[in-house]
T-cell receptor, first 114, second 114 residues
Framework: AQSVSQHNHHVILSEAASLELGCNYSYGGTVNLFWYVQYPGQHLQLLLKYFSGDPLVKGIKGFEAEFIKSKFSFNLRKPSVQWSDTAEYFCAVNARGPGNQFYFGTGTSLTVIP | EAQVTQNPRYLITVTGKKLTVTCSQNMNHEYMSWYRQDPGLGLRQIYYSMNVEVTDKGDVPEGYKVSRKEKRNFPLILESPSPNQTSLYFC?????????????FGPGTRLTVL
């Protein structure tokens, strides 16, 4: 079975600081990778996704992520966070092809201090 | 408005009393899925459905049932709820294979089993 690890459980940053959230997965085959965000009291929304091509993908709200196949990683980054980025962030993995099981990481809670 | 709806949003029940959480989507999506979200465990997939009358187990199916008699609806059934099923539940849908398509999430159902 696949698994997804998010090593940072809680991150606290000041506004304008740079953000990097780690995500590693365990699966030897080809994968699709996702980052979702959950703002307080809201449901999950897609931030960005990687299927193929350029390993550096850009998402909404200035977020980007880099797929490094050799490291089985898909880290999320943002150069300058804002207070409104306070949320929980989930990395997710799905095996390429007919399989439709989805695996989420345990999430990283980000608090941005004004 | 394109959306995934869940009912009820909040439910408190007692051990052993059968309950159903409804999920409906108005986007003509083929794929639907149920997740539970628990602190420190992230989201875990319970069941998913690729189309009408087609359902498959996710990571944590024990104690749950689902059915997919119509494309738009995917109810989650707890025949005999237990306290360890106290959780936040999310329904999600996707246009086709979740490998290539974004999942849209419902607002969540917070279930407490006493």
């Amino acid at each position: 079975a696949q698994s997804v690890s998010q090593h940072n459980h809680h991150v606290i940053l000041s506004e304008a600081a740079s953000l990097e959230l780690g995500c590693n997965y365990s699966y030897g085959g080809t994968v699709n990778l996702f980052w979702y965000v959950q703002y307080p009291g809201q449901h999950l929304q897609l931030l960005l996704k990687y299927f193929s091509g350029d390993p550096l993908v850009k998402g909404i709200k200035g977020f980007e992520a880099e797929f490094i196949k050799s490291k089985f990683s898909f880290n999320l980054r943002k150069p300058s966070v804002q207070w409104s980025d306070t949320a929980e962030y989930f990395c997710a993995v799905n095996a390429r092809g007919p399989g439709n099981q989805f695996y989420f990481g345990t999430g990283t809670s980000l608090t941005v201090i004004p | 408005e394109a959306q995934v709806t869940q009912n009820p949003r909040y439910l408190i029940t007692v051990t052993g009393k059968k309950l159903t959480v409804t999920c409906s989507q108005n986007m003509n999506h083929e794929y639907m899925s149920w997740y539970r979200q628990d602190p420190g465990l992230g989201l875990r997939q319970i069941y998913y459905s690729m189309n009408v009358e087609v359902t498959d187990k996710g990571d944590v199916p024990e104690g749950y049932k689902v059915s997919r008699k119509e494309k738009r609806n995917f109810p989650l059934i707890l025949e005999s709820p237990s306290p360890n099923q106290t959780s936040l539940y999310f329904c999600a849908s996707s246009l086709g294979s979740v490998s290539y398509n974004e999942q849209f999430f419902g607002p969540g159902t917070r279930l407490t089993v006493l």
